[in-house]
């Protein structure tokens, strides 16, 4: 067996994230303690998670150098957040994204804490300066935004609260490396954090373009799917710009008043409601019909096609 890196994660809350997190830190060859208030919840979870990492490796996807028996062997299970964390170097949070109950639960990790580990959200939405406000280890506290299937979207966010010491964002930054993800340092906290922004700023325009009857919603779909997506899988819009002129500079000469004459014309803030709802829902529903199992296969679907397009960016490395 290839030798486990030294060190325990310990992961809050053992629901999809934090049984993402899980895989994702025994990949790393980290010994991983997975909490839970029900002791059920938490031998589902680790019964789940090592019949995942067997369904991968069959696959060729699982991640890391180790085998799934091997990883599965540095996974443990416990209700008692106290004896867990206990000589760990990282714990990363992952309950239902409600404030009281984080602060809640980061209270109670402040007060059993070392003054080394690195106490880490896993909030898609909630601001460090929310969660953390008050705690006596708040230099040690940061967001980690992981994105959904983390397992294979390796981006993760990384917030830290105004008083988040440097060195535990540098330190966070090196162990999401470690485990094969890709970390961004959000330089100071704003809501929605970078990636929600973006998303939801494509969001804004897709409804008000179907809204204002200009494309269908299935068509809409099409623009990013066999449009932007497909280039934005690899390189992003800023370097799209420099890629579609002679560089930056040339792109902003060119296209910089084209750009801002069309944002001008952009709407205000949609109200997701009403008629639009219908026609959208209506458009998604004959494709996916929304109930479980239809839902849960489409899901099924789209992380096999997230698998295949990470092997295809580990093979097709930058020039
Ligand atoms: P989930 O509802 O699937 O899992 C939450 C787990 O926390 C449950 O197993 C629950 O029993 C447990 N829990 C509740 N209170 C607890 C406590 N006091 N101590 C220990 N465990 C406790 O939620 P999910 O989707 O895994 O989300 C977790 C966090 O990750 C949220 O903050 C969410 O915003 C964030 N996130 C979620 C994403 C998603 O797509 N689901 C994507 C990125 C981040």
Not at 75 to 95: F, M, P, T
Not at 97 to 123: C, G, H, P
């Amino acid at each position: 067996m290839a030798s486990p890196a030294t060190g325990v994660v310990v992961i809050v809350g053992s629901g999809l994230i934090g049984r993402s997190w899980a895989m994702l830190f025994a990949s790393g060859g980290f010994r991983v303690r997975l909490c839970d208030v029900e002791q059920q919840q938490v031998t589902d979870a680790l019964e789940n998670i090592r019949k995942e990492m067997a369904v991968l490796e069959l696959r060729g996807s699982l991640r890391g150098r180790l085998s799934a028996k091997e990883q599965g062997s540095l996974l443990s299970g416990c209700v008692d957040v106290r004896g867990a964390v206990e000589g760990a170097v990282h714990i990363q949070e992952c309950v239902p994204e409600d404030l009281e109950l984080k602060r809640k639960v980061f209270a109670q990790l402040d007060q059993i804490i070392n003054d080394q580990v690195v106490l880490s959200s896993s909030s898609s939405c909630l601001l460090p300066s929310q969660l953390f406000a008050g705690l006596v280890h708040v230099a040690q506290c940061i967001v980690a935004h992981p994105v959904n299937p983390p397992y294979f979207v390796p981006l993760v966010e990384l917030v830290p609260h105004p008083d988040t010491a440097p060195e535990t964002v540098d330190r966070t930054h090196a162990l999401m490396q470690k485990i094969g993800q890709s970390p961004v340092r959000v330089l100071k906290e704003i809501d929605g954090f970078a990636l929600n922004r973006l998303q939801y700023a494509i969001i804004s325009e897709a409804w008000r373009l179907v809204e204002e009857g200009v494309v269908s919603p299935s068509d809409l779909d099409l623009i990013m799917s066999d449009g932007l997506g497909m280039r934005y899988a690899f390189i992003g819009p800023l370097e799209t710009m420099h890629l579609n002129a002679e560089g930056m500079v040339s792109y902003c000469d060119r296209y910089g008043e084209g750009v801002k004459r069309v944002l001008k014309t952009f709407g205000p803030v949609p109200e997701f409601s009403g008629a639009t709802v219908e026609k959208v829902n209506q458009a998604m529903c004959l494709k996916v019909p929304a109930d479980p199992e239809h839902l849960a296969a489409r899901r099924q679907w789209r992380d096999e096609c997230l698998q295949r397009l990470a092997q295809l960016k580990r093979q097709m490395q930058p020039q």
